[in-house]
């Protein structure tokens, strides 16, 4: 199973990302999906969650500035990120659990850099 991010970059402050995650593989079922970061010298942080069922949740400082999404069709999931702050600046993973060829996985994409400049 396999993860791959695009759409990291480089915004000024206010402006505005859409992250992409693809998830690839033999995979029979995809539960949930998830982005988290880690900005330098800090831990990673659990950003954004969404179920298979597309229930939502939201780390409280990007609370009404992120949407996560997510395509069932494309194994695909998005992260639409607004009002983009210089402390938002990390590199961005994400993250799915869910049933595969031989058992279960639980995989990490190998991260986007998004860096907010003031």
């Known amino acids: 199973v396999r993860l791959v991010e695009s759409g990291g970059g480089l915004v000024q402050a206010g402006g505005s990302l859409r992250l992409s995650c693809a998830v690839s593989?033999?995979?029979?079922?995809?539960?949930?999906m998830a982005w988290y970061r880690q900005a330098p010298g800090k831990q990673r942080e659990l950003v954004a969650t969404?179920?298979?069922?597309?229930?939502?949740g939201y780390a409280d400082s990007v609370k009404g500035r992120f949407t996560i999404s997510r395509d069932n069709l494309k194994s695909t999931v998005y992260l639409q990120m607004n009002s983009l702050k210089p402390e938002d600046t990390a590199v961005y993973y994400c993250?799915?659990?869910?049933?595969?060829?031989?058992?279960?996985?639980?995989?990490w994409g190998q991260g986007t850099q998004v860096t907010v400049s003031s």
């Open positions: 969404i179920t298979s069922g597309g229930s939502t």
């Open positions: 593989g033999s995979i029979f079922n995809i539960h949930d």
């Open positions: 993250n799915s659990d869910g049933s595969r060829v031989g058992g279960s996985y639980d995989n």
